[in-house]
């Protein structure tokens, strides 16, 4: 078999650790893999083959890793119960600070609770989610 053919195959490889992590940096080893059959294409040897993977590997990680982890930082992305903090909800159920009641929040019912003593929401009323407590939403 050819050399470009076992590149190809280690490419691959080294995507699907990719797609099921969704580590980076299997992508550009995998890349540089592709690199690698590119230079046997070419009937480069394999010392050629082996840098050829290396310096596109290294490159990709020292120069492209860092600028995507920084817009991954900055996008503002939340996710989890992160991105249910601040908005709001419909009460389906009584809430007040005691028993828990229910609400429509993100298109799910969640228990909820009132974040301040004595306070009362009715079914129908807009609350606001000020955190998630195990299951709970505590809203105001």
Same mark, same amino acid.
Do not use: C, H
């Given at each position: ?30 890349? @540089? $893999?592709? =690199?690698?059959?590119?230079? +046997? /294409? ?5 010392? %050629?083959?082996?840098?050829?993977? #290396? ?42 600070? @005691? $028993?828990? =009641?229910?609400?429509?929040? +993100? /298109? ?5 609770? %009132?974040?301040?003593?004595?306070? #009362? ?20």
């Amino acid at each position: 078999m050819d050399a470009w053919v076992w590149w190809l195959i280690a490419a691959v490889g080294l995507g699907i650790p990719l797609v099921i992590t969704a580590m980076p940096e299997f992508g550009m080893f995998a890349v @540089g $893999a592709l =690199g690698g059959a590119a230079a +046997a /294409g070419m009937d480069g040897g394999i010392v %050629a083959q082996v840098i050829t993977f #290396v310096v596109i590997s290294v490159a990709l990680l020292v120069f492209v890793r860092p600028i995507a982890y920084r817009n991954r930082q900055t996008a503002g992305q939340r996710s989890g119960i992160d991105a249910l903090k601040g908005r709001q909800a419909v009460v389906l159920e009584r809430v007040d600070s @005691g $028993a828990d =009641g229910r609400i429509k929040l +993100a /298109g799910e019912v969640w228990s909820a609770r %009132a974040l301040e003593e004595g306070r #009362v929401f009715d079914p129908g009323e807009q609350v606001d989610v000020v955190e998630i407590d195990g299951a709970t939403a505590v809203v105001m």
